[in-house]
């Protein structure tokens, strides 16, 4: 596949041209002066290179702006229309799909695109038609889709390609059936880690440079931007602090062993407080649904949390507390700029957060903490698929 970087590159390294894309990635514009300055470099010689990165599209002259001098120099920032990147967040039902431009905007978002992915080939190539078919409403310019970032659950090496939770085959990674699908290069990542990235990129976390996202759906996973890079450990496997064992409950875990993070605080550990409570008959506009043995599904606790149900709220509470303390835990490992809380338990922040930042401030040590900022995911539901987007590129560009 002929690399989108040709074109700019020629086929040789040029560490300039890839610095000033990497330092405009986040949607900034810079001038000549600015550029000069960061790549302790000359004007003139600053000049034609960002004139040739112009000519090859890459770039683009935004017009002149205020600058704390006062004076109004050109900034040039990275040219919208170079380029499309599609996100997809695999969900257990559905995707979420998200298209972003060369700057990082987004310009379409979709969820719950009814896909069920299962372990075979055929399955894999119809998520690609699922995704094509719904990217084809939005009427882009096919040939300048540059590439594909596709968030999994589960472990997922990015570098080999290969997924430990679909397409479990030694043969041929994931990916490569991916890309035969797409027509395009396409990044796989664990989905904690896509939504890391997208609150990094475009979410709430500003210039902070190490940022902790956790994922709180119905199990806990993490992903984690260390001094501006997203952390992937040695073969990908890293941000498992669901099954941290770190508690003293006796629950089973789903990977079979006992007292895991998960089991205490996440979506999953909700459910069963919630049916544990039921069961003592305590008051709820839940009991109708129990005492009936239907089936009650996290997003029934998640709408009863939002009519105020005071049994659910409880357990949201002991979730947070339970969350809190591996938070505050955390912190003081990491020296975090921020702990960002996302996926779906995030829409209970009101009842989530004031029992989690309570354990953190009682638990964490004081000095170190201060130093963290602990926020709501901005990007809720749609960030595992903007960062999926997000990471195309990044991975693109940085190849
Ligand atoms: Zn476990």
């Not at 699922?130 to 970032?149: C, D, E, F, M």
């Not at 880690?193 to 996973?221: C, H, K, P």
């Not at 498992?240 to 993070?261: A, S, T, W, Y």
């Not at 339970?322 to 960002?340: C, H, K, Q, S, Y």
Request: glycine share 10%; charged share 20%; proline share 3%.
């Amino acid at each position: 596949m002929e690399s989108f970087l040709d074109n700019l590159f020629n086929g040789r390294y040029d560490a300039e041209k890839r610095t000033i894309l990497s330092l405009c990635e986040k949607g900034m514009a810079f001038s000549l002066a600015d550029l000069a300055r960061d790549l302790d470099t000359s004007i003139p010689k600053i000049t034609r290179v960002v004139s040739e990165m112009e000519d090859a599209g890459f770039l683009a002259d935004l017009g002149k702006q205020e600058s704390a001098a006062g004076r109004r120099p050109s900034m040039f920032g990275l040219n919208p229309d170079a380029g499309y990147f599609i996100g997809v967040e695999v969900g257990r039902k559905s995707l979420a799909l998200a298209v972003s431009d060369f700057t990082g905007r987004v310009m379409h978002f979709q969820d719950e695109i009814p896909y069920t992915l299962t372990n075979t080939e055929e399955s894999v190539l119809g998520l690609c038609a699922a995704v094509k078919k719904q990217v084809r409403k939005y009427h882009l310019n096919a040939s300048l889709i540059r590439s594909v970032g596709v968030n999994l659950t589960g472990r997922v090496n990015h570098q080999t390609g290969y997924s430990y939770s679909y397409y479990i085959s030694e043969e041929k990674p994931i990916r490569n059936i991916l890309e035969s699908g797409f027509g395009r290069p396409v990044f796989i990542e664990n989905d904690s880690r896509g939504m890391a990235f997208g609150e990094y990129m475009s979410g709430i976390a500003g210039d902070a440079r190490t940022v902790l996202f956790l994922n709180v759906g119905w199990g806990l996973g993490m992903g984690m931007v260390l001094d501006g890079k997203l952390f992937g450990g040695k073969s990908g496997f890293s941000g498992e602090i669901g099954h941290f064992p770190l508690l003293d409950n006796h629950q089973i875990c789903r990977c079979g062993k006992v007292g895991c993070l998960e089991t205490g605080a996440s979506g999953l550990a909700l459910h069963r407080l919630v049916g544990e409570k039921l069961a003592q008959n305590k008051p709820s506009i839940l009991q109708s649904t129990y005492k009936e043995d239907r089936e009650i599904s996290l997003n029934n606790i998640l709408d009863a949390v939002a009519k105020e149900d005071v049994t659910a709220i409880e357990c949201v509470e002991q979730v947070g507390d339970t969350l809190g303390r591996a938070v505050a835990g955390l912190i003081n490992v990491f020296n975090p700029d921020m702990v960002v809380i996302g996926g779906r338990l995030s829409a209970t922040e009101q009842y989530l957060m004031p029992p989690l930042r309570s354990a953190v401030q009682r638990l964490s040590l004081n000095l170190v903490s201060n130093d963290t900022v602990i926020k709501v995911s901005h990007l809720g539901k749609s960030a595992g698929a903007i960062g999926a987007s997000l990471l195309a590129k990044h991975r693109l560009l940085n190849q």
